[in-house]
Protein backbone atom coordinates (compact mmCIF):
# COMPACT_ATOMS: atom_id res chain seq x y z
CA UNK A 1 0.00 0.00 0.00
CA UNK A 2 1.39 3.30 -0.91
CA UNK A 3 1.68 5.89 2.15
CA UNK A 4 1.99 9.75 1.57
CA UNK A 5 4.14 12.34 2.88
CA UNK A 6 2.94 15.74 3.47
CA UNK A 7 6.01 16.89 1.55
CA UNK A 8 4.18 15.19 -1.85
CA UNK A 9 6.23 12.15 -1.47
CA UNK A 10 5.33 8.53 -1.80
CA UNK A 11 6.50 5.63 -0.38
CA UNK A 12 5.42 1.69 -0.97
CA UNK A 13 6.97 -0.84 0.79
CA UNK A 14 7.50 -4.33 -0.54
CA UNK A 15 9.07 -7.52 0.62
CA UNK A 16 10.96 -5.00 3.05
CA UNK A 17 12.29 -2.93 0.07
CA UNK A 18 10.78 0.85 -0.20
CA UNK A 19 10.27 2.45 -3.16
CA UNK A 20 9.83 6.57 -3.13
CA UNK A 21 8.92 9.20 -5.43
CA UNK A 22 6.93 12.46 -5.82
CA UNK A 23 3.51 12.49 -6.37
CA UNK A 24 0.64 12.78 -9.07
CA UNK A 25 -0.37 16.14 -7.04
CA UNK A 26 3.59 17.36 -7.00
CA UNK A 27 4.37 17.18 -10.59
CA UNK A 28 0.96 18.78 -11.52
CA UNK A 29 1.74 21.92 -8.83
CA UNK A 30 5.34 21.67 -10.38
CA UNK A 31 4.67 21.76 -14.42
CA UNK A 32 6.68 20.54 -16.95
CA UNK A 33 9.67 18.82 -15.33
CA UNK A 34 13.26 19.22 -16.72
CA UNK A 35 16.26 17.95 -14.43
CA UNK A 36 16.37 15.31 -11.87
CA UNK A 37 18.97 14.59 -9.31
CA UNK A 38 18.55 11.10 -7.23
CA UNK A 39 21.21 10.02 -4.04
CA UNK A 40 24.46 7.98 -4.28
CA UNK A 41 23.79 3.96 -4.15
CA UNK A 42 24.45 3.29 -0.57
CA UNK A 43 23.67 6.86 1.01
CA UNK A 44 22.04 6.69 4.42
CA UNK A 45 19.36 8.94 4.72
CA UNK A 46 17.47 10.20 7.42
CA UNK A 47 13.50 10.53 7.41
CA UNK A 48 12.85 14.29 5.91
CA UNK A 49 16.37 14.90 4.79
CA UNK A 50 16.63 15.99 1.60
CA UNK A 51 17.91 13.38 -0.80
CA UNK A 52 17.14 14.00 -4.36
CA UNK A 53 16.59 17.74 -6.28
CA UNK A 54 13.19 17.90 -9.24
CA UNK A 55 13.60 20.74 -11.29
CA UNK A 56 10.88 22.12 -13.33
CA UNK A 57 11.09 25.20 -16.25
CA UNK A 58 10.46 27.62 -13.42
CA UNK A 59 11.48 26.15 -9.67
CA UNK A 60 14.20 23.69 -8.02
CA UNK A 61 12.08 21.34 -5.61
CA UNK A 62 13.95 19.40 -2.43
CA UNK A 63 12.62 15.94 -2.60
CA UNK A 64 12.32 14.80 1.34
CA UNK A 65 13.01 11.17 2.22
CA UNK A 66 9.51 10.10 3.83
CA UNK A 67 11.79 7.53 5.78
CA UNK A 68 14.82 6.77 6.75
CA UNK A 69 16.78 3.99 5.38
CA UNK A 70 19.36 3.03 3.15
CA UNK A 71 19.24 3.60 -0.88
CA UNK A 72 19.72 0.46 -2.34
CA UNK A 73 18.52 1.42 -6.06
CA UNK A 74 17.95 4.66 -8.04
CA UNK A 75 15.86 4.91 -10.63
CA UNK A 76 18.42 5.75 -14.78
CA UNK A 77 14.64 6.46 -15.97
CA UNK A 78 13.36 9.50 -14.99
CA UNK A 79 16.92 10.67 -14.54
CA UNK A 80 17.21 10.36 -18.76
CA UNK A 81 14.21 12.04 -19.39
CA UNK A 82 12.60 14.10 -16.41
CA UNK A 83 9.11 14.29 -18.63
CA UNK A 84 8.67 10.56 -17.01
CA UNK A 85 8.21 12.43 -13.65
CA UNK A 86 5.01 14.32 -15.13
CA UNK A 87 3.44 11.18 -17.06
CA UNK A 88 3.73 8.93 -14.47
CA UNK A 89 5.64 10.07 -11.32
CA UNK A 90 3.23 7.54 -9.06
CA UNK A 91 4.48 4.52 -11.40
CA UNK A 92 7.66 4.11 -14.12
CA UNK A 93 9.09 6.98 -12.87
CA UNK A 94 9.69 6.14 -9.35
CA UNK A 95 13.51 7.46 -7.96
CA UNK A 96 14.89 5.43 -5.28
CA UNK A 97 14.69 2.51 -3.45
CA UNK A 98 15.56 2.06 0.52
CA UNK A 99 15.87 -0.98 2.53
CA UNK A 100 15.33 -0.75 6.80
CA UNK A 101 12.86 0.96 6.64
CA UNK A 102 10.84 1.33 9.98
CA UNK A 103 7.02 0.68 10.70
CA UNK A 104 7.64 3.76 13.04
CA UNK A 105 8.81 5.84 10.13
CA UNK A 106 5.53 4.72 8.07
CA UNK A 107 3.21 5.40 10.88
CA UNK A 108 3.45 8.66 10.46
CA UNK A 109 2.31 8.85 7.17
CA UNK A 110 -1.12 9.12 5.39
CA UNK A 111 -3.30 6.73 3.08
CA UNK A 112 -4.17 7.57 -0.57
CA UNK A 113 -7.46 9.07 1.85
CA UNK A 114 -5.89 11.07 3.80
CA UNK A 115 -3.96 12.60 1.07
CA UNK A 116 -6.39 13.07 -1.07
CA UNK A 117 -8.39 15.24 1.72
CA UNK A 118 -4.62 17.14 2.80
CA UNK A 119 -4.52 18.54 -0.53
CA UNK A 120 -7.88 19.37 -1.10
CA UNK B 1 9.01 18.20 -2.11
CA UNK B 2 9.76 22.17 -1.63
CA UNK B 3 9.22 24.37 -4.33
CA UNK B 4 11.87 27.25 -3.68
CA UNK B 5 10.36 29.58 -6.50
CA UNK B 6 7.43 28.45 -8.04
CA UNK B 7 4.59 31.23 -8.41
CA UNK B 8 1.67 29.01 -9.24
CA UNK B 9 2.56 27.36 -5.85
CA UNK B 10 2.78 30.32 -3.72
CA UNK B 11 -0.66 31.89 -5.50
CA UNK B 12 -3.16 30.73 -3.01
CA UNK B 13 -0.80 32.18 -0.16
CA UNK B 14 -0.78 35.85 -1.63
CA UNK B 15 -4.06 37.93 -0.88
CA UNK B 16 -5.24 41.46 -2.75
CA UNK B 17 -3.50 41.11 -6.59
CA UNK B 18 -4.48 42.90 -8.99
CA UNK B 19 -6.54 41.31 -11.62
CA UNK B 20 -6.18 42.31 -15.80
CA UNK B 21 -9.29 42.34 -17.38
CA UNK B 22 -8.75 38.96 -18.75
CA UNK B 23 -8.64 37.37 -15.58
CA UNK B 24 -11.52 35.32 -15.34
CA UNK B 25 -10.87 34.66 -19.46
CA UNK B 26 -7.70 32.62 -18.13
CA UNK B 27 -9.87 30.82 -15.27
CA UNK B 28 -12.11 29.76 -17.47
CA UNK B 29 -9.35 28.42 -19.81
CA UNK B 30 -8.18 26.81 -16.94
CA UNK B 31 -4.97 28.79 -16.21
CA UNK B 32 -2.67 28.06 -13.86
CA UNK B 33 -2.04 31.84 -12.40
CA UNK B 34 0.61 32.68 -9.96
CA UNK B 35 1.75 36.37 -8.54
CA UNK B 36 3.80 38.56 -10.88
CA UNK B 37 4.41 42.20 -9.72
CA UNK B 38 1.57 42.50 -7.56
CA UNK B 39 -1.21 41.04 -10.46
CA UNK B 40 -2.63 37.18 -10.55
CA UNK B 41 -0.96 36.02 -13.62
CA UNK B 42 -1.55 32.91 -15.59
CA UNK B 43 1.88 30.84 -15.39
CA UNK B 44 0.65 27.78 -17.86
CA UNK B 45 -2.70 26.77 -19.17
CA UNK B 46 -2.86 22.72 -19.37
CA UNK B 47 -0.77 21.86 -22.20
CA UNK B 48 2.06 23.43 -19.75
CA UNK B 49 5.15 25.91 -20.63
CA UNK B 50 6.50 23.64 -22.80
CA UNK B 51 4.04 22.80 -25.51
CA UNK B 52 3.04 26.84 -25.02
CA UNK B 53 6.82 27.30 -25.72
CA UNK B 54 7.12 25.22 -29.00
CA UNK B 55 3.34 26.10 -30.13
CA UNK B 56 4.90 29.78 -29.83
CA UNK B 57 7.87 28.54 -31.89
CA UNK B 58 5.95 26.78 -34.87
CA UNK B 59 2.57 28.69 -34.96
CA UNK B 60 1.59 31.53 -32.43
CA UNK B 61 0.28 32.04 -29.04
CA UNK B 62 -1.35 34.31 -27.12
CA UNK B 63 0.02 36.60 -24.31
CA UNK B 64 -1.83 38.90 -21.73
CA UNK B 65 0.27 41.58 -20.99
CA UNK B 66 -1.73 43.78 -19.81
CA UNK B 67 -0.32 44.07 -16.15
CA UNK B 68 2.31 46.12 -18.22
CA UNK B 69 2.30 50.18 -17.72
CA UNK B 70 0.95 51.88 -20.33
CA UNK B 71 1.08 56.31 -20.78
CA UNK B 72 1.32 59.41 -23.22
CA UNK B 73 3.58 61.97 -22.85
CA UNK B 74 1.60 65.22 -24.42
CA UNK B 75 3.24 69.00 -24.86
CA UNK B 76 0.79 72.34 -24.00
CA UNK B 77 2.27 73.20 -27.67
CA UNK B 78 1.42 70.16 -29.33
CA UNK B 79 5.14 69.85 -31.16
CA UNK B 80 6.61 66.48 -30.80
CA UNK B 81 9.78 68.33 -30.55
CA UNK B 82 8.94 69.10 -27.01
CA UNK B 83 8.17 65.72 -26.29
CA UNK B 84 11.30 64.35 -27.72
CA UNK B 85 12.88 66.60 -25.60
CA UNK B 86 11.25 65.96 -22.11
CA UNK B 87 11.80 62.30 -23.05
CA UNK B 88 15.36 62.93 -23.87
CA UNK B 89 15.76 63.75 -20.39
CA UNK B 90 15.50 60.74 -19.19
CA UNK B 91 16.46 58.45 -21.79
CA UNK B 92 19.54 57.68 -23.63
CA UNK B 93 17.70 56.90 -27.00
CA UNK B 94 17.15 59.73 -30.00
CA UNK B 95 13.57 60.28 -29.45
CA UNK B 96 13.21 62.97 -31.98
CA UNK B 97 14.90 61.18 -34.87
CA UNK B 98 11.46 58.91 -33.94
CA UNK B 99 9.49 58.79 -37.35
CA UNK B 100 5.61 58.61 -36.71
CA UNK B 101 4.83 55.14 -37.57
CA UNK B 102 7.62 53.56 -35.17
CA UNK B 103 8.49 52.48 -32.11
CA UNK B 104 12.17 52.44 -30.38
CA UNK B 105 13.43 50.10 -27.36
CA UNK B 106 15.18 52.02 -24.70
CA UNK B 107 16.00 52.56 -20.89
CA UNK B 108 14.66 55.07 -17.94
CA UNK B 109 18.21 55.62 -16.45
CA UNK B 110 18.82 57.28 -12.97
CA UNK B 111 21.95 59.73 -12.34
CA UNK B 112 24.64 56.88 -11.82
CA UNK B 113 23.53 55.33 -15.32
CA UNK B 114 21.98 52.29 -13.98
CA UNK B 115 18.43 51.26 -15.49
CA UNK B 116 15.19 52.40 -13.81
CA UNK B 117 13.49 50.34 -16.28
CA UNK B 118 13.58 49.12 -19.91
CA UNK B 119 10.57 50.90 -21.83
CA UNK B 120 9.27 50.56 -25.31
CA UNK B 121 8.46 53.73 -26.90
CA UNK B 122 5.48 54.54 -29.63
CA UNK B 123 4.95 57.47 -32.17
CA UNK B 124 1.61 56.67 -33.85
CA UNK B 125 0.86 58.23 -37.59
CA UNK B 126 -2.74 59.38 -36.04
CA UNK B 127 -1.42 61.56 -33.24
CA UNK B 128 2.50 61.68 -33.92
CA UNK B 129 2.87 64.82 -31.61
CA UNK B 130 2.82 62.61 -28.52
CA UNK B 131 4.32 59.75 -27.43
CA UNK B 132 3.32 56.47 -26.09
CA UNK B 133 5.04 54.59 -23.03
CA UNK B 134 5.32 50.80 -22.16
CA UNK B 135 6.85 50.25 -19.15
CA UNK B 136 7.61 46.89 -16.70
CA UNK B 137 4.52 46.03 -14.54
CA UNK B 138 7.05 45.74 -11.35
CA UNK B 139 8.70 48.94 -12.31
CA UNK B 140 5.54 51.43 -13.68
CA UNK B 141 4.48 53.32 -10.53
CA UNK B 142 8.55 54.06 -9.98
CA UNK B 143 8.48 55.34 -13.75
CA UNK B 144 5.36 57.17 -14.03
CA UNK B 145 5.99 58.85 -10.52
CA UNK B 146 9.64 59.59 -11.97
CA UNK B 147 8.47 60.96 -14.62
CA UNK B 148 5.81 63.06 -13.08
CA UNK B 149 8.13 64.98 -10.74
CA UNK B 150 10.83 65.75 -13.28
CA UNK B 151 9.08 66.22 -16.54
CA UNK B 152 9.33 69.99 -17.69
CA UNK B 153 7.15 72.37 -17.08
CA UNK B 154 4.77 72.61 -20.54
CA UNK B 155 4.67 68.45 -21.02
CA UNK B 156 2.25 66.34 -19.46
CA UNK B 157 2.04 62.44 -18.68
CA UNK B 158 -1.29 60.48 -19.15
CA UNK B 159 -1.57 57.44 -17.54
CA UNK B 160 -3.87 55.40 -19.43
CA UNK B 161 -4.63 51.87 -17.13
CA UNK B 162 -7.74 51.08 -18.84
CA UNK B 163 -6.09 50.20 -22.23
CA UNK B 164 -5.40 46.29 -22.14
CA UNK B 165 -1.95 44.43 -23.74
CA UNK B 166 -2.15 41.34 -25.30
CA UNK B 167 0.74 40.21 -27.49
CA UNK B 168 0.66 37.92 -30.45
CA UNK B 169 4.15 36.04 -30.66
CA UNK B 170 5.11 33.38 -33.68
CA UNK B 171 5.33 33.01 -37.46
CA UNK B 172 1.63 31.97 -37.87
CA UNK B 173 0.62 35.22 -36.08
CA UNK B 174 0.58 37.22 -39.35
CA UNK B 175 -1.82 35.36 -40.43
CA UNK B 176 -4.33 34.96 -37.84
CA UNK B 177 -4.32 38.56 -37.12
CA UNK B 178 -4.92 39.29 -41.13
CA UNK B 179 -7.75 36.69 -40.89
CA UNK B 180 -9.50 38.65 -37.92
CA UNK B 181 -8.79 42.25 -39.58
CA UNK B 182 -9.77 41.68 -42.65
CA UNK B 183 -9.99 45.06 -44.76
CA UNK B 184 -7.01 46.20 -42.70
CA UNK B 185 -4.98 43.10 -43.33
CA UNK B 186 -3.47 44.81 -45.99
CA UNK B 187 -2.02 47.25 -43.16
CA UNK B 188 -0.50 44.46 -41.11
CA UNK B 189 1.42 42.71 -43.55
CA UNK B 190 3.26 45.82 -44.69
CA UNK B 191 4.11 46.54 -41.30
CA UNK B 192 8.07 45.86 -40.13
CA UNK B 193 9.46 45.04 -36.87
CA UNK B 194 9.25 48.05 -34.46
CA UNK B 195 6.39 49.23 -37.00
CA UNK B 196 3.25 50.77 -35.05
CA UNK B 197 -0.21 51.36 -36.49
CA UNK B 198 -3.89 51.56 -35.95
CA UNK B 199 -6.39 49.14 -37.40
CA UNK B 200 -9.84 47.76 -36.15
CA UNK B 201 -10.22 43.87 -35.29
CA UNK B 202 -14.08 42.48 -35.13
CA UNK B 203 -15.63 46.20 -35.24
CA UNK B 204 -12.39 47.28 -32.15
CA UNK B 205 -10.03 50.25 -32.64
CA UNK B 206 -6.82 48.83 -31.72
CA UNK B 207 -3.04 50.49 -31.43
CA UNK B 208 -0.67 47.69 -32.91
CA UNK B 209 3.35 47.27 -32.81
CA UNK B 210 4.84 44.67 -34.71
CA UNK B 211 7.52 43.55 -31.86
CA UNK B 212 6.83 41.28 -28.51
CA UNK B 213 9.14 39.80 -26.00
CA UNK B 214 9.63 35.90 -27.91
CA UNK B 215 12.33 36.67 -30.39
CA UNK B 216 9.78 35.68 -32.44
CA UNK B 217 7.49 37.83 -35.36
CA UNK B 218 4.91 38.81 -33.56
CA UNK B 219 2.70 41.67 -32.63
CA UNK B 220 1.51 43.66 -29.51
CA UNK B 221 -2.10 44.97 -29.39
CA UNK B 222 -3.34 47.78 -27.42
CA UNK B 223 -6.65 47.39 -27.00
CA UNK B 224 -9.53 49.53 -24.81
CA UNK B 225 -10.66 46.97 -21.83
CA UNK B 226 -13.91 46.96 -22.32
CA UNK B 227 -13.91 45.59 -25.43
CA UNK B 228 -10.47 43.30 -24.93
CA UNK B 229 -12.96 40.06 -24.78
CA UNK B 230 -13.88 40.62 -28.04
CA UNK B 231 -11.28 40.87 -29.53
CA UNK B 232 -8.97 38.35 -27.82
CA UNK B 233 -12.20 35.77 -28.41
CA UNK B 234 -11.67 36.42 -32.30
CA UNK B 235 -7.91 35.65 -32.08
CA UNK B 236 -8.11 32.92 -29.98
CA UNK B 237 -10.89 31.48 -32.56
CA UNK B 238 -8.24 31.13 -35.12
CA UNK B 239 -7.04 27.97 -35.38
CA UNK B 240 -3.39 28.65 -35.39
CA UNK B 241 -3.35 30.45 -32.02
CA UNK B 242 -3.17 29.42 -28.25
CA UNK B 243 -3.08 30.97 -24.92
CA UNK B 244 0.38 30.60 -23.18
CA UNK B 245 1.39 31.78 -19.60
CA UNK B 246 4.17 33.90 -18.58
CA UNK B 247 6.12 30.81 -17.50
CA UNK B 248 6.69 30.45 -21.85
CA UNK B 249 6.93 33.85 -22.02
CA UNK B 250 10.00 33.63 -19.52
CA UNK B 251 11.57 30.68 -21.31
CA UNK B 252 10.86 32.48 -25.17
CA UNK B 253 12.78 35.64 -23.93
CA UNK B 254 15.48 34.02 -22.50
CA UNK B 255 16.71 32.00 -25.54
CA UNK B 256 15.98 35.42 -27.70
CA UNK B 257 18.75 36.76 -25.14
CA UNK B 258 16.18 39.61 -24.12
CA UNK B 259 16.54 41.06 -20.89
CA UNK B 260 14.39 40.59 -17.93
CA UNK B 261 14.03 43.91 -15.45
CA UNK B 262 14.72 42.78 -11.78
CA UNK B 263 16.99 39.58 -13.11
CA UNK B 264 19.06 40.47 -15.66
CA UNK B 265 19.04 44.74 -15.48
CA UNK B 266 18.40 46.63 -12.50
CA UNK B 267 18.87 50.31 -11.09
CA UNK B 268 23.11 49.21 -10.80
CA UNK B 269 23.15 48.26 -14.38
CA UNK B 270 24.27 49.63 -17.24
CA UNK B 271 22.96 49.63 -20.83
CA UNK B 272 26.54 48.98 -22.10
CA UNK B 273 26.91 46.81 -19.08
CA UNK B 274 23.73 44.77 -20.45
CA UNK B 275 24.69 44.76 -23.98
CA UNK B 276 22.09 47.59 -25.00
CA UNK B 277 24.78 49.95 -26.36
CA UNK B 278 22.76 49.36 -29.71
CA UNK B 279 20.07 51.05 -28.39
CA UNK B 280 21.99 54.97 -28.02
CA UNK B 281 21.97 56.67 -31.23
CA UNK B 282 24.95 58.60 -32.46
CA UNK B 283 23.43 62.09 -31.47
CA UNK B 284 23.15 61.38 -27.72
CA UNK B 285 26.80 59.89 -27.38
CA UNK B 286 28.01 63.17 -28.25
CA UNK B 287 25.36 65.47 -26.46
CA UNK B 288 25.46 63.06 -23.50
CA UNK B 289 22.14 64.66 -22.32
CA UNK B 290 20.76 62.02 -20.13
CA UNK B 291 21.06 60.97 -16.46
CA UNK B 292 24.59 58.69 -15.83
CA UNK B 293 25.86 60.27 -19.20
CA UNK B 294 29.43 59.87 -18.08
CA UNK B 295 29.42 56.74 -16.64
CA UNK B 296 28.22 55.86 -19.93
CA UNK B 297 30.31 57.63 -22.47
CA UNK B 298 33.20 56.25 -20.18
CA UNK B 299 31.78 52.86 -20.87
CA UNK B 300 31.42 53.05 -24.20
CA UNK B 301 35.48 54.41 -24.65
CA UNK B 302 36.79 52.33 -22.25
CA UNK B 303 34.57 49.63 -21.78
CA UNK B 304 32.46 48.54 -18.94
CA UNK B 305 33.13 46.39 -15.58
CA UNK B 306 31.26 43.23 -16.34
CA UNK B 307 29.57 42.02 -19.32
CA UNK B 308 26.00 40.49 -19.79
CA UNK B 309 26.96 37.03 -21.99
CA UNK B 310 25.25 33.61 -22.25
CA UNK B 311 26.04 30.73 -20.75
CA UNK B 312 25.49 27.26 -21.55
CA UNK B 313 26.07 24.28 -19.07
CA UNK B 314 27.96 21.79 -20.22
CA UNK B 315 25.54 19.26 -18.49
CA UNK B 316 22.33 19.29 -17.76
CA UNK B 317 21.60 20.47 -14.50
CA UNK B 318 20.18 24.08 -15.25
CA UNK B 319 22.33 27.02 -13.69
CA UNK B 320 19.90 29.51 -12.10
CA UNK B 321 19.95 32.97 -10.78
CA UNK B 322 22.56 34.32 -8.28
CA UNK B 323 24.57 31.25 -8.83
CA UNK B 324 28.16 32.72 -8.76
CA UNK B 325 30.52 32.17 -11.49
CA UNK B 326 34.19 31.23 -11.18
CA UNK B 327 37.64 31.22 -13.34
CA UNK B 328 38.09 27.54 -12.66
CA UNK B 329 37.03 24.79 -10.73
CA UNK B 330 38.59 25.87 -7.43
CA UNK B 331 39.15 28.94 -7.03
CA UNK B 332 37.68 31.41 -4.64
CA UNK B 333 37.63 34.35 -6.82
CA UNK B 334 34.29 35.33 -8.05
CA UNK B 335 34.06 36.44 -11.53
CA UNK B 336 30.45 37.18 -12.00
CA UNK B 337 27.04 35.70 -11.34
CA UNK B 338 23.98 34.29 -13.60
CA UNK B 339 21.06 36.96 -13.26
CA UNK B 340 18.90 34.13 -15.43
CA UNK B 341 19.05 30.87 -15.93
CA UNK B 342 16.95 27.66 -16.62
CA UNK B 343 15.71 24.93 -19.77
CA UNK B 344 15.44 26.12 -23.08
CA UNK B 345 12.63 23.76 -24.91
CA UNK B 346 13.62 24.63 -28.19
CA UNK B 347 17.78 23.34 -27.49
CA UNK B 348 16.65 21.02 -25.32
CA UNK B 349 19.50 21.72 -22.78
CA UNK B 350 19.58 24.26 -19.83
CA UNK B 351 20.38 27.90 -21.32
CA UNK B 352 21.54 30.78 -18.73
CA UNK B 353 22.62 34.63 -18.76
CA UNK B 354 24.78 36.26 -16.92
CA UNK B 355 27.88 38.73 -15.90
CA UNK B 356 31.01 38.31 -15.93
CA UNK B 357 34.64 40.16 -15.57
CA UNK B 358 35.08 41.21 -19.26
CA UNK B 359 39.27 40.63 -18.74
CA UNK B 360 38.34 37.40 -17.65
CA UNK B 361 36.25 36.14 -20.55
CA UNK B 362 38.95 37.80 -22.93
CA UNK B 363 41.72 35.77 -21.55
CA UNK B 364 39.32 32.37 -21.24
CA UNK B 365 38.81 29.41 -23.69
CA UNK B 366 35.18 29.80 -22.95
CA UNK B 367 34.22 27.81 -20.00
CA UNK B 368 34.53 28.73 -16.54
CA UNK B 369 32.14 27.54 -13.45
CA UNK B 370 29.12 28.35 -12.04
CA UNK B 371 28.38 26.90 -8.23
CA UNK B 372 24.83 24.85 -8.14
CA UNK B 373 24.07 22.95 -4.70
CA UNK B 374 27.80 23.20 -3.76
CA UNK B 375 29.13 21.81 -6.99
CA UNK B 376 31.01 23.68 -9.46
CA UNK B 377 29.18 23.28 -12.83
CA UNK B 378 31.15 23.85 -16.03
CA UNK B 379 29.36 26.41 -18.17
CA UNK B 380 30.47 27.86 -21.85
CA UNK B 381 30.34 31.22 -22.85
CA UNK B 382 28.11 32.01 -25.73
CA UNK B 383 27.00 34.29 -28.03
CA UNK B 384 23.17 35.69 -27.39
CA UNK B 385 20.68 35.09 -28.50
CA UNK B 386 20.68 31.22 -27.92
CA UNK B 387 17.58 30.89 -30.54
CA UNK B 388 18.04 33.18 -33.71
CA UNK B 389 15.39 36.23 -33.73
CA UNK B 390 12.67 35.84 -36.65
CA UNK B 391 11.53 39.36 -36.56
CA UNK B 392 10.15 40.77 -39.92
CA UNK B 393 12.95 43.09 -41.22
Known amino acids: ?120 | MSASADAAVESGEVAALVHTPLHAWHLARGARMGAFAGYDMPIRYEPGTIAEHHHTRTSASLFDVSHMGVAELHADDDTFHTVAEALELFVPCDVDLLPPGRQRYTQMLNAKGGIIDDLMISRSRDQPNMLTIVSNAGRKAIVFEHLRQHLPAGTRLIQRPEVALVALQGPLAETALVRVARSDGDTLTAMRFMDVATVHLVGVQVGISRSGYSGEDGFEIAIPSDDVLTVVGALTAQPEVKPAGLGARDTLRLEAGLCLYGNDIDETTSPIEAGLAWSIQKRRRSDLGFPGATRIAAELSDGAAQRLVGLSPVGKAPVREHAPLYADATSDRVIGHVTSGGFSPTLGRPIACGYVDPDVVANDEGIIYAEVRGSRLAVAITSLPFVPHTYKR
Request: contains cysteine.
Open chain 1, 1 to 120: MKLYSTDHEWIEVVDGIATVGITQHAQDQLGDIVYVELPEIGRSVTQGESVATVESTKSVSDIYSPAAGEVTEINDSPVADPSQLNSDPEGAAWLYRLSGVSDADLEGLMDAAAYETFCN
